[in-house]
């Protein structure tokens, strides 16, 4: 193992791990917050997409450079977008996996312990981050893919302080997202403050929280009935809903950190631990911290619209961290320079990853590769209508579809790239961050709703109220006219009267 794990394999290494990962926990492109994100690239390479619905998607699309960038690369690459998401896809992994490893060799001088905490995070990619609804990274490209490896590499600049090079990434970071920046820097900040004053870091921290904490409060708007409604549907928004076990995700992780705090410069007599240590410290305040802010802002009920700030989200770069340190501790005195450890170790973590990710994506193929027809009906219905139906068409579904079995929370809008109305899954996430929308929203919702029970009139004043010409169903219905069908669903015009 200790030739193996030399530095000088970095790349191919990290190449393998990446395969490794793609195969283990898989390539969904098209779903879950794919149908908030790609549209708006869509909707720049094809501006005749989307005349309906946009502020669906734009609002999101406007606060971050995400659609432009991919827009631009598969323009410059003569890349059809399945093609350039995937290659992107692959390149966020690989960045993650480098980040790491740069920052492993801050936190451990052995090669073995640094490619043990790239290892587990490879590993652990798709692992739920407490109950914030978050992966440490989706099965599909996002923004936060892209911010997540960039905010690795800004905390890692900032311990080597390189601070120019940590800007970059933080700019970087921005452009991507425009909320997963604030929590790296927060961190760099923070180790910053705690290096420059040494003891006196505590009373400055705790003030900027006060005051932080004492400003946000006035700008608490009152939540109206139909934002109450898409809010009340994002529990992972509020601590309070938060089951024990997720909870319990917010204390371990702290409680691991003060551990490896405490523990970390009696490892060794030559203080090669030390920063170590000194991570570990400033991101045991970093949880407390932003736990503090969580409870402030979710548990008040005035506070309701400000929730969607999600302080929790932090947990996101502490994860990785503590991800990290873990594999870098075992691989230094658990499983050293025995191959047998390693597999005994990871060939049954990846094993249970991968369970996993079948368990969620059950009727779809475990990597989507870009060229290959989908497994999945809906998807195979998706693809149909962008094939076969007028661009300007609107279609209308039940507005719960992607929480249908078997549908795979697959994005009607993204893969499609035909207009909708509103659903009730992922456009009430919309919604919860952009409160303006919401009267739309409900309305649109409320028109579909119940969506089995729909009959030829309750089409006909889809159509007469909102211009719908096409629906997606799971059983053709009077008042349709439809015109492709498979084993899960049905394609229909709405008749006219």
């Known amino acids: 193992m200790s030739q193996i794990s030399s530095a000088k394999y970095k790349v191919p290494l990290i190449l393998l791990l990446t395969v490794g990962a793609l195969l283990v926990h898989g390539y969904h492109p098209y779903a879950e917050d794919a149908e908030i994100y790609l549209p708006g690239v869509e909707k720049i390479l094809n501006s005749s997409l989307f005349p309906s619905g946009q502020?669906?998607?734009?609002?999101?699309?406007?606060?971050?450079?995400?659609?432009?960038?991919?827009?631009?690369?598969?323009?410059?690459?003569?890349?059809?977008?399945?093609?350039?998401?995937?290659?992107?896809?692959?390149?966020?992994?690989?960045?993650?996996?480098?980040?790491?490893?740069?920052?492993?060799?801050?936190?451990?001088?052995?090669?073995?312990?640094?490619?043990?905490?790239?290892?587990?995070?490879?590993a652990l990619l798709t692992i739920p981050v407490a109950g914030t609804a978050l992966y440490i990274m989706d099965q599909y490209l996002n923004p936060r893919n892209l911010a997540a490896f960039a905010g690795i590499f800004m905390v890692a600049r900032t311990l080597e302080k390189k601070y120019l090079r940590a800007f970059l990434w933080l700019a970087f970071a921005v452009g991507m997202h425009p909320l997963m920046w604030v929590f790296p820097f927060s961190f760099c900040v923070l180790f910053v403050v705690m290096e420059k004053f040494g003891a006196r870091w505590k009373s400055s921290a705790g003030a900027t929280l006060a005051s932080l904490l004492w400003l946000g409060m006035p700008l608490a708007p009152a939540a109206s009935t139909a934002y109450h409604e898409a809010a009340k549907q994002h529990g992972f928004h509020y601590i309070q809903n938060w089951q024990w076990y997720e909870l319990l995700g917010i204390v371990a992780p702290i409680a691991l950190f003060w551990w490896f705090g405490r523990n970390a410069r009696g490892w060794t007599a030559n203080g090669q631990f030390l920063m170590l240590e000194r991570v570990s410290r400033a991101f045991m305040l970093y949880g407390l911290i932003y736990l503090a802010m969580a409870l402030v802002?979710?548990?008040?009920?005035?506070?309701?619209?400000?929730?969607?700030?999600?302080?929790?989200?932090?947990?996101?770069?502490?994860?990785?961290?503590?991800?990290?340190?873990?594999?870098?501790?075992?691989?230094?005195?658990?499983?050293?320079?025995?191959?047998?450890?390693?597999?005994?170790?990871?060939?049954?973590?990846?094993?249970?990853?991968?369970?996993?990710?079948?368990?969620?994506?059950?009727?779809?193929?475990?990597?989507?590769?870009?060229?290959?027809?989908?497994?999945?009906?809906?998807?195979?219905a998706f693809v149909w209508v962008r094939q076969n139906t007028p661009v300007n068409a609107l279609f209308a579904l039940d507005p719960e579809y992607m929480r249908i079995h078997g549908e795979d929370e697959t994005g009607f809008r993204c893969l499609a790239e035909r207009s909708r109305l509103a659903d009730n899954v992922k456009d009430n996430g919309v919604v919860s961050m952009f409160p303006p929308l919401a009267e739309e929203w409900w309305a649109q919702v409320q028109a579909q709703t119940p969506w089995s029970n729909f009959r030829a009139e309750d089409f006909s004043r889809l159509k007469e109220k909102y211009g719908v010409s096409w629906v997606v169903v799971q059983q053709p219905a009077a008042g349709l006219d439809c015109v492709y069908g498979n084993s899960a669903v049905q394609v229909c015009r709405i008749l006219s009267e």
Not at 76 to 96: D, N, Q, R, T
Request: with cysteine; aromatic share 16%; charged share 10%.
């Open 55 to 122: 502020e669906f998607f734009l609002s999101h699309a406007s606060m971050t450079i995400f659609p432009n960038l991919i827009a631009f690369s598969l323009h410059l690459m003569y890349l059809p977008m399945e093609y350039g998401l995937f290659l992107w896809y692959v390149a966020s992994i690989f960045l993650l996996l480098a980040a790491c490893w740069e920052l492993t060799g801050l936190l451990f001088s052995n090669a073995r312990a640094r490619w043990g905490g790239v290892c587990l995070v490879a």
């Open 297 to 380: 802002l979710d548990i008040p009920a005035r506070f309701e619209a400000l929730a969607r700030i999600q302080p929790l989200r932090s947990l996101h770069l502490l994860y990785i961290v503590l991800f990290v340190m873990i594999g870098g501790f075992l691989g230094e005195y658990v499983l050293r320079d025995r191959i047998w450890r390693w597999l005994v170790l990871f060939v049954p973590l990846g094993i249970g990853m991968f369970m996993a990710q079948r368990s969620l994506f059950p009727a779809s193929a475990q990597v989507e590769w870009p060229g290959m027809a989908p497994k999945n009906p809906w998807e195979q």
